[in-house]
């Protein structure tokens, strides 16, 4: 069995499957809010993802950009695991047999039965005061709700939230979909919830807040006549504008003398009409607003300009978990996100003074909620959070290209301050691009990298030195498991030389290191100020839309 993996700060950010990290490393009752928001290929065809598939067909890697969950033998054995567990409650083995029954073996019910293991889990975690948000879309909403009664109880559902993600979407043969679904669950009857407000609209303020002070404060009426009968409260009260105003049927909701302090505050409303009731002035700058109901549309989208976007094709907005945290936590409480992607859960929880724990099972998405909670709060937030589950040693390294050798690319770029490469489809043998300022005016030259987990030879450094020359880049970096042999080493060393165009510093154009380089912190020569790592990522994408790789 392996051991939870020691944290001394704060704060966590785990790579791995979250189903692993949360059995290992995440205790009973440790956690106040999960959210999670767990990948689902909904851009496919309603009609494809109720295909039946056979156990035959592999299942491919869940990527941070390809949500990809398929029915294969691993799901298959997850699914016999928990109806064979005595730990799973019988109404969930019941609703996964239902499930199965209902829909066939097909990339939906995988989805399921992957997500079933993890709601488990998390329900483990949550503490008894604790809260869950799932964030889906409507293609699973309804079989996720069955689940998650199963799992948590009817009784602790509390909402369906909707938010409208899109003013609108056309859609020639159907209504536009602009929802997503967020389900909110608790663990028990006693939960954190802080009611949230939102500002009136115009209309409503129109309309309501009719009247003004003579600085033109707005206030609307609030009638000041008891509901019940109250005898003690039935008195004529003589107010400050020398008209006395006789009591209500029932009485007044208030004593003499909270009237006589509202009249000499001057929150009284005279009325204009003889015979027409005395009442109280709500002031519009004072009205917290309208408590936030189960329908979000004051929440936009990120566009494509928001200074927020990452480039992170499920990203939600802060405002969305900052709303989301604030209701159902307090400052200091911990938050999970088990899918956390770009980590807008993560950013939005330091934000608002709550401890948080992250997992993706991605390096790219480590990495880029590492460089955005750096680039956002400063260098010195690394010091909040440990990084878990990175290899740290080559023994890590060598599990990690054998789980993952598309994984291991990445890490290795990403061990030289690159961009990795989203997607393994058409590289053309770059892995990742480092990128450096040339001039003040923001211009900046790339440094291509090429990581070869397995066997090598100098051909695979001739290919390189020829793509940093058709592709015009500065230079090219070569990682590779092995020492390089001699002829690896003479090709790189054939390859030129680089000229930084501002202080005609002078570069080999093509380097070789090891994995194992790179764990005792050694470094290509390189200039030394590298572009900052979201305006590195843009240039990166800019490249591949021009399709250079």
């Known amino acids: 069995m392996v051991k939870p993996q020691a944290s ?17 490393d995440i205790k009973d009752e440790s956690v106040d809010l999960v959210y999670l928001d767990p990948p689902f290929n909904s851009n496919r065809s309603y009609s494809m993802l109720f295909q039946e598939k056979s156990g035959d067909e592999s299942q491919a890697q869940l990527e941070a950009f390809e949500d990809t969950w398929t029915w294969s033998h691993d799901v298959e054995a997850t699914y016999i695991d928990m109806l064979n567990a005595p730990s799973t409650p019988n109404r969930v083995k019941d609703a996964l047999e239902a499930m199965r029954r209902l829909l066939g073996d097909n990339d939906v019910l995988a989805y399921l039965v992957m997500m079933t293991a993890r709601l488990i889990e998390l329900r483990r975690v949550l503490k008894a005061t604790g809260s869950l948000y799932l964030h889906c879309d409507p293609t699973a909403s309804h079989y996720l709700k069955l689940l998650l009664d199963a799992i948590f109880g009817p009784e602790n559902f509390k909402s369906e939230i909707i938010w409208r993600r899109y003013g609108a979407h056309n859609d020639a043969k159907g209504y536009g979909s602009v929802h997503d679904v967020i389900l909110f669950y608790t663990k028990g009857k006693i939960f954190t919830f802080n009611k949230q407000f939102v500002p009136y609209d115009l209309a409503y303020i129109a309309q309501r807040f009719r009247y003004s002070d003579p600085d033109g404060r707005r206030y609307r009426e609030q009638n000041l006549a008891s509901p019940n009968p109250r005898p003690n409260l039935t008195y004529a009260y003589t107010a400050s504008n020398g008209q006395t105003y006789e009591p209500p049927r029932n009485g007044w909701k208030v004593t003499p003398e909270r009237m006589a302090q509202l009249d000499r505050e001057g929150r009284l409303h005279f009325p204009l009409k003889d015979k027409a009731r005395l009442a109280q002035k709500n002031y519009l700058d004072e009205a917290k607003g309208v408590a936030v109901q189960d329908v979000w549309v004051d929440i936009p989208p990120i566009g494509g300009t928001s200074p927020e976007r990452l480039g992170y094709q499920t990203q939600k907005p802060v405002s969305l978990l900052a709303r989301v945290i604030l209701t159902s936590s307090m400052e200091g ?24 724990i992250g997992i993706d099972v991605t390096t790219l998405a480590v990495d880029l909620i590492d460089a955005r ?14 990084i878990l589950g990175i290899p740290r040693d080559l023994a890590g390294a060598e599990a990690l290209f054998k789980r993952s050798p598309f994984e291991f690319e990445r890490w290795c770029v990403m061990m030289l301050d690159g961009q990795p490469n989203e997607k393994q489809v058409g590289d053309k043998g770059i892995d990742g691009v480092i990128r450096f300022p040339i001039d003040a005016k923001g211009n900046s030259d790339k440094v291509l990298v090429s990581v070869k987990g397995g066997a090598t030879n100098p051909g695979h450094v001739r290919d390189l030195v020829g793509t940093v020359e058709s592709q015009h880049a500065a230079m090219g970096v070569f990682v590779c498991t092995i020492q390089p042999t001699k002829g690896m080493l003479d090709a790189a060393n054939h390859s030129g030389t680089y ?11 093509v380097q070789l290191l090891t994995v194992r380089d ?14 900052p790592y979201f305006q590195a990522r843009r240039r990166y994408e800019e490249d591949q839309a021009e399709g250079l790789f």
């Open 333 to 356: 409480d911990v938050i999970l996100d088990p899918f956390c992607g770009c980590g807008t859960a993560v950013d939005a929880a330091q934000k608002l003074g709550r401890r948080w």
């Open 8 to 24: 001394s700060r704060p704060n966590q950010l785990y790579y791995g499957d979250n189903l692993d990290v949360l059995r290992r």
């Open 499 to 509: 000229i930084h165009p501002a202080n005609a510093q002078r570069f080999p154009r």
């Open 518 to 531: 790179l764990l005792d912190g050694k470094r290509p020569q390189m200039p030394l100020t590298l572009l």
């Open 373 to 386: 909670l750096r680039h956002t709060y400063g260098e010195e937030i690394r010091e909040s959070y440990d």
